[in-house]
């Protein structure tokens, strides 16, 4: 099982600024399979970003990802307040596909 | 549009079962694999496993084989996953999610772009 590891815990932010969350994989995520999802409280995932650097559909551009093998990383410039989130990466390229453990987002 | 819609709260005594439906609209069912993920409260998401609606095979994560099960009714579009000898552990958020592309392609590896507004299960006595 990949295990992915995200750091840091928690981000506190303000307006305008920039943000850089990391997602550690204990071994390499086979094809870049690795996406990221923005989670509201009270609400299902939303996808970010998937095969490591495209943006899914509607998404700013605001956020973008990068990175191969078992560092992968999600930038999210000029943060807006409703950037405040919980926010996930997770590996589909193996099963069990797994996600980390979140990293949380505060805007202030 | 396209969208999962999903059965409401549950609560469940230990050692029962719950089934929870997810019904899609507004593409074709067959087409794509379903996965079920759930997130216990004020924690991380975890995948359970995924199923292909087209004949409904399905594939489930080592921890919960045996207690799992994930069905597919074609004719109302509608998956299921019902789990079994429930434990105050299972008390969760459950949500099915469809993948990006199409099972032809995905082969069921591939990211989740539609998610169902989740069901909550609480298992208590």
């Known amino acids: 099982e990949i295990v992915l590891t995200q750091s840091p815990g928690t981000l506190s932010l303000s307006p305008g600024e920039g943000a850089t969350l990391s997602c550690r994989a204990s071994q390499s995520v086979s094809t870049s399979y690795l996406a990221w999802y923005q989670q509201k409280p009270g609400q299902a995932p939303r996808l970010l970003i998937h095969?490591?650097?495209s943006r899914a559909t509607g998404i700013p551009d605001r956020f973008s990802g990068s990175g191969s093998g078992t560092d992968f990383t999600l930038t999210i410039s000029r943060l807006e307040p409703e950037d405040s989130a919980v926010y996930y990466c997770?590996?589909?390229?193996?099963?069990?596909?797994?996600f980390g453990q979140g990293t949380k987002v505060d805007i202030k | 549009q396209v969208q999962l819609v999903q059965s409401g709260a549950d609560v469940k005594k230990p050692g029962a079962s719950v089934k929870v439906s997810c019904k899609a609209s507004?593409?074709?069912?067959?087409?794509?694999?379903i996965h079920w993920v759930r997130q216990a409260p004020g924690q991380g998401l975890e995948w359970m496993g995924l199923i292909n609606p087209t004949g409904g095979r399905a594939t489930y994560s080592q921890k919960l084989q045996g207690r799992v099960t994930m069905t597919s009714d074609t004719s109302a579009s509608t998956v299921y996953m019902e789990l079994s000898s429930l434990t105050s552990e299972d008390t969760a958020v459950y949500h099915c999610?469809?993948?990006?592309?199409?099972?032809?392609?995905?082969?069921?590896?591939?990211?989740?772009?539609?998610w169902g507004q989740g069901t909550m299960v609480t298992v208590s006595s």
């Open positions: 095969g490591a650097s």
């Open positions: 997770q590996q589909y390229g193996s099963s069990p596909r797994t």
């Open positions: 507004g593409y074709t069912f067959t087409s794509y694999y």
């Open positions: 999610a469809r993948e990006i592309t199409v099972a032809s392609f995905s082969s069921g590896y591939d990211a989740f772009d539609i």
